[in-house]
């Protein structure tokens, strides 16, 4: 199989080989944490965040939490992708309605290139949780638009182009609690306010890595065999939720569809990063680079959501494995 990606060239991603002798679709970097517990003052962590190529470095929306636990969203900025420095003050998001920009909290952004903007999509706290987006294309100035569901909705994940003339956004809906519900949607607009046509995507289940909830994790990668969809996969065990993650390909045209999805994690909580922390046992997907030149991907998640860490893989070794290696319905 000779993969081809859609995305532009990435020569300067971050990157380190595959240790010898480890067989992992995806490895970690050997110097995770790329963010340790209190890159600034006041601030007790920070993780569950996107980076993405600008000028000749990265930039990113990154979530910080400090005494009071409540979560802000950051701009950080790195020459390589692997050390950051983070602009002090929360974003500012703007809107002419007040009701629109109201804080309730801010957490696990994503961060999407469509058509020349940048598209920031959160967990936003209005009477509960909800997804935000936000629009900036100089990372100082962002403008809030309507959230985008009612309560309860998590995971806010959009298709970094337009399917069919319209937006496209992963979502998982949920209620009042922290896990009843667990299974992916897909919900189209044209023009980022109004939001229809929401299509079943995959449910929590079988097998036992992603029996309790699943949920989208970065944007997908366009490939000659589908969207590759990178996602977290929760367990329930005796000691809590363990989060791992897994990939799985849709359709190109009707991106609800799934193709194949894996059976199995691709990695799990293992490193002491990941299980110690506030939540321990946590790996988080949320923001990938991907070389399209050579399909090497770079992947940083969120570790025991304490940490920003980094791994490796390769986009066509993963899609391949995902098409050989399918979840039985």
């Known amino acids: 199989m000779k993969l081809k990606i859609h995305a532009p060239a990435l020569p300067n991603i971050p990157w380190q080989p595959r240790p010898k002798g480890n067989t992992d679709l995806l490895w970690r ?21 996107a980076v993405v190529p600008w000028k000749k470095g990265f930039i990113g929306v990154f ?26 003050k929360p974003i500012v998001l703007t809107n002419a309605d007040p009701e629109v920009t109201r804080f309730e909290y801010a957490y696990d952004p994503r961060v999407t290139l469509i058509d020349g903007v940048y598209y920031v999509t959160w967990c936003n ?23 985008a569901f009612l ?8 298709f970094p182009r337009k399917v069919n003339g319209k937006y496209l956004m992963l979502s998982r809906p949920s209620d009042t609690g922290h896990t009843p519900f667990g299974d992916i ?42 969207w590759l ?29 799934v193709i194949a999805s894996a059976n199995q994690a691709l990695l799990c909580p293992e490193a002491e990063y990941e299980l110690s922390g506030f939540v321990p046992g946590v790996c988080f997907p949320v923001g990938a680079l991907c070389d ?13 959501d304490t ?9 066509e070794d993963i899609v391949r494995f995902v098409k050989e290696n399918p979840l039985q319905k």
């Open 151 to 158: 309560p309860y909705n998590r995971n806010g994940v959009l």
């Open 125 to 147: 706290g209005y009477h509960g949780p909800t997804i935000g987006i936000a629009k900036t294309t100089d990372f100082v100035n962002f403008e809030q638009v309507e959230n």
């Open 229 to 257: 969809l990178i996602y977290h996969a929760v367990t329930g065990t005796c000691n809590g939720f363990v989060y791992s993650i897994s990939a799985m390909l849709l359709d190109l045209d009707q991106p609800w569809k």
């Open 307 to 315: 940490f920003t860490a980094l791994c490796f893989g390769n986009v």
């Open 29 to 49: 970097y050997s110097k995770n944490p790329v963010v340790g517990r209190r890159p600034l003052p006041h601030v007790t962590g920070i993780y569950n965040s």
């Open 185 to 226: 949607f897909t919900s189209e607009s044209p023009d980022l306010v109004h939001w229809g046509k929401h299509r079943h995507v995959l449910g929590k289940g079988w097998p036992w890595f992603q029996g309790t909830k699943i949920g989208a994790g970065p944007s997908p990668i366009e490939t000659s065999e589908g």
């Open 63 to 88: 979530r910080t939490e400090g005494m009071s636990r409540v979560p802000h969203l950051h701009v950080g900025r790195s020459p390589d992708g692997l050390k950051f420095t983070f602009e002090p």
């Open 292 to 304: 399209a030149a050579t399909g090497r991907l770079a992947l940083y998640y969120g570790a025991a």
